[in-house]
C-alpha cells in the first residue's frame, strides 16, 4: 500500500487527479470508478481543469460506487445530480459511458446481479476512486458487512444518515437505504485510490492502513490489494505511527523518479 502525505486539501485533490488523469492517458478507453461525497469534488474540479487543458475523457467508461434507494436521479441530492454537476457534464464524456446505480429500479437483486454483468463486459474497472467514513466505511458497505459482499442493497447505519444530514434540508428526508458496490467488488479494481480529508477521517485512515483487517471497518480490506493508493492530507494523517516512513518512501521514489530522467 503506498502512502501519500498531502499538504492540505488542495494538494491532495491535485494529487488524486493526477492518479486518475495518468490512467486515463496511459489508456484512453479506462473504466474508472467513481465516488461522491465532499472529499472528491476537488478531484473533480482538478479533472475538469485538466479537460479543458486537453485530457480527453470521449471513451472513458465510468461506474459510480453507490446511489441512494428511492431517489430520482434529478433530484438535487441524488448522486446523479451530483456526478452531472460536478463532472459529467463539465468533460466530454459520453452519456452512454456513464454507469450509476438506478435507485428507483423494481427489482433490486436483478438490477445488481446485471450491474455487476456489465462491470465485467466492459473489461473491469481499472482505477477505483474511493471516499472513507468517519466508521471507515467503503460506498455504503456499512461497519459488519462481508468483505466479499457484491452490488446489494444496503441499510445505512444511524452515524452515516447523520452525517448525511447536513445535504439535505430536512434530516427525515435522508434516504435509510442505497444500492452500494460490495466490498468484494471494490477489491476486484485493478487499482484502488483512497482519498481521505479532516481531522475527523483520521481514525478512520490509521485503522484502515494500519490496524487489523476486519469487517467491522471495511477499509482494512484494502490492505488485501495489490495495488492501492491512499492519498490523505496532513490532518487526516495525523495518527500515523509510521507517517515519518510513508513520508520517506515517496522522497525515495522522487529521487528515483528523477534520476530515471537525467
Known amino acids: 500500500m503506498r502512502v501519500v502525505i498531502a499538504r492540505d486539501y488542495e494538494d491532495l485533490s491535485k494529487k488524486a487527479a493526477t492518479f486518475i488523469a495518468m490512467e486515463v492517458r496511459s489508456r484512453p478507453e479506462s473504466v474508472l470508478g467513481l465516488a461522491t461525497g465532499s472529499t ?39 448522486y446523479h445530480n451530483f456526478m452531472n454537476e460536478n463532472f459529467f457534464n463539465q468533460v466530454n464524456i459520453k452519456k452512454s459511458n456513464v454507469h450509476i446505480p438506478d435507485g428507483l429500479t423494481s427489482d433490486v437483486d436483478k438490477f445488481c446481479a446485471e450491474y455487476e454483468r456489465t462491470i465485467k463486459q466492459k473489461g473491469g474497472i481499472d ?9 471507515g466505511h467503503l460506498g455504503f458497505n456499512e461497519p459488519g458487512s462481508s468483505l466479499g459482499s457484491r452490488t446489494r442493497l444496503k441499510t445505512l447505519t444511524e452515524e452515516t444518515v447523520r452525517d448525511n444530514a447536513r445535504f439535505f434540508s430536512n434530516p427525515d428526508d435522508v434516504p435509510r437505504l442505497a444500492i452500494t458496490m460490495g466490498v468484494g467488488t471494490i477489491l476486484d479494481a485493478r487499482k484502488l485510490l483512497l482519498i ?39 490532518a487526516a494523517a495525523r495518527l500515523l505511527s509510521r507517517r515519518d516512513y510513508y513520508t520517506y518512501v515517496e522522497k525515495v521514489a522522487a529521487t528515483v523518479q528523477e534520476n530515471a530522467h537525467i
Open 196 to 234: 481521505a480529508s479532516g481531522g475527523a477521517k483520521a481514525e478512520a485512515v490509521k485503522a484502515s492502513i494500519e490496524g487489523p483487517i476486519t469487517s467491522q471497518v471495511t477499509a482494512t480490506v484494502l490492505q488485501l490489494h495489490p495495488h492501492v493508493i491512499c492519498v490523505v492530507d496532513e
Open 40 to 78: 472528491p469534488l476537488g478531484t473533480y474540479k482538478e479533472l475538469v481543469r485538466m479537460h479543458r487543458k486537453g485530457l480527453d475523457f470521449s471513451r472513458v467508461v465510468t461506474f459510480n460506487l453507490d446511489e441512494y434507494y428511492r431517489l430520482a436521479p434529478e433530484h438535487p441530492q441524488s
Open 127 to 135: 482505477i477505483q476512486l474511493l471516499g472513507i467514513g468517519r466508521d
